[in-house]
T-cell receptor
Framework: DAKTTQPNSMESNEEEPVHLPCNHS???????IHWYRQLPSQGPEYVIH???SNVNNRMASLAIAEDRKSSTLILHRATLRDAAVYYC???????????FGAGTRLTVKP | NAGVMQNPRHLVRRRGQEARLRCSPM?????VYWYRQLPEEGLKFMVY????????ESGMPKERFSAEFPKEGPSILRIQQVVRGDSAAYFC????????????FGPGTRLTVT
């Protein structure tokens, strides 16, 4: 399985944008990039996914590098409720399981 | 539409006992996945099931662990003769189809083995 590399932790101030990076240099052509987040004591929650083009939804934006070897999850205005562990996951469309790494623990300061 | 439900939310077992964890997928979802999360670690895939079939169990320990998803009723993850190392949070997720992009996770069952 292709692996992802994320920083262990990041900090942000409330109401400021947050850019969460993810490296995936061994990504294959059929791997989708997924982001999930896990709030304390809860199950993971889907955030966004993409293949080649940048994606936007109500929660976040996903910026994918042209060579697809890295991506960035963008939270446009961090709130205290965005404090969570964010997981970047590569998922081949032919596999339905997801391989979670250690993720990035985001702390949001008021 | 109720979300994925798991019960119990907390389970305490003594070493050597059996643990049964239940997962009811979202309505209309026929694909279920089980993950285990050890303290301070990410989730690890265990098994993927469709109704009455195990599709991928590559993440399941070879012994003591089993999973089923019967035609009627919830999916069950069974751990026999539990040991302290089985203490973890166990999450179940469901999706409507094989090609669905999003998995919906339950709140998890926190198993403590004493």
């Amino acid at each position: 399985d292709a692996k992802t590399t994320q920083p262990n932790s990041m900090e942000s101030n409330e109401e400021e944008p947050v850019h969460l990076p993810c490296n995936h240099s061994t990504i294959s052509g059929t791997d989708y990039i997924h982001w999930y987040r896990q709030l304390p004591s809860q199950g993971p929650e889907y955030v966004i996914h993409g293949l080649t083009s940048n994606v936007n939804n109500r929660m976040a934006s996903l910026a994918i590098a042209e060579d697809r070897k890295s991506s960035t999850l963008i939270l446009h205005r961090a709130t205290l409720r965005d404090a969570a562990v964010y997981y970047c996951i590569l998922r081949d469309i032919s596999n339905n399981d997801m391989r979670f790494g250690a993720g990035t623990r985001l702390t949001v300061k008021p | 539409n109720a979300g994925v439900m798991q019960n119990p939310r907390h389970l305490v077992r003594r070493r050597g006992q059996e643990a049964r964890l239940r997962c009811s997928p979202m309505k209309g979802h026929s694909h279920v996945y089980w993950y285990r999360q050890l303290p301070e670690e990410g989730l690890k895939f265990m098994v993927y099931l469709q109704k009455e079939n195990i599709i991928d169990e590559s993440g399941m320990p070879k012994e003591r662990f089993s999973a089923e998803f019967p035609k009627e009723g919830p999916s069950i993850l069974r751990i026999q003769q539990v040991v302290r190392g089985d203490s973890a949070a166990y999450f179940c997720a469901s999706s409507p189809t094989y090609t669905s992009y999003e998995q919906y996770f339950g709140p998890g069952t926190r198993l403590t083995v004493t």
